[in-house]
Structure formats: C-alpha cells, structure tokens
Nanobody, 125 residues
Framework: QVQVAESGGGLVQPGESLTLSCDAS????????MAWYRQAPGKQRELVAT???????KYGEAVQGRFTISRDNAKKTASLQMSSLKPEDTAVYFC???????????????????WGQGTQVTVSS
C-alpha cells in the first residue's frame, strides 16, 4: 500500500510556476510534520520546506521567498507552490511525513518515517 504519493511534477520554463501535491494514506493515523525534500542529479537530498501540524514552517535557503508550503491536516495533504522557477530547481521532489514530533529547525531526514517515490521537476528553456 502506498503511504505517501506526490503528483504535479513536469517540465516548465525558467520563471514559470508549478504546484506539487502530496497525499498521505489514511492508514497513517496521526501526522505531525509534512515536508518537501529534493534531490538533483549528483547532489545530496536537501530540505525544501517543512510544516508542522500547528502551522510552523521552515524553508530551505535556496527557495525562501519563492516557494510556499501549505497543508490540510484533515485531508492529510500538503502542497508546494513554486514560483520564479530556476534551472537549479530541477530535481526529484519528495514528500515526507513525520508521525512523531520534530524539532522544526534541527530536524533531519531521519525524523520522517514515510516517504513518497518522488516526482520530477525540470526547469529548462
């Protein structure tokens, strides 16, 4: 059973916008944090944004001011609105779910128990 699924990736031109969606399975009874990570070819996976159930948010430095994370706690979904996209935003984007409480500003990938398979975002002219 797929626990976490991303959708919405695709090919866009620089400067355009794109929105990614994440759906968590109803079998995950309680979700604390939902996050977006990304991994570009040859690079380590990095945090894009994370949002706790109380609404606290942290963004990665590379996307601050351009990307917006939101979530619907009742529907167990999260979205990532990406604007002013750059070629360096090209990556596979992963949705991650934490069921235990996290420390927002020190959380790492290890704090997320469930991961999606990822969706490709390519920014190219």
């Amino acid at each position: 059973q797929v626990q976490v699924a991303e959708s919405g990736g695709g090919l866009v031109q620089p400067g355009e916008s794109l929105t990614l969606s994440c759906d968590a399975s109803s079998s995950i009874l309680h979700i604390n944090a939902m996050a977006w990570y990304r991994q570009a070819p040859g690079k380590q996976r990095e945090l894009v944004a994370t949002m706790t159930s109380s609404g606290s948010i942290k963004y990665g430095e590379a996307v601050q001011g351009r990307f917006t994370i939101s979530r619907d706690n009742a529907k167990k979904t999260a979205s990532l609105q990406m604007s002013s996209l750059k070629p360096e935003d090209t990556a596979v984007y992963f949705c991650a779910v934490a069921v235990r409480p996290i420390l927002l500003f020190t959380a790492s990938e290890d704090d997320y128990e469930y991961w999606g398979q990822g969706t490709q975002v390519t920014v190219s002219s």
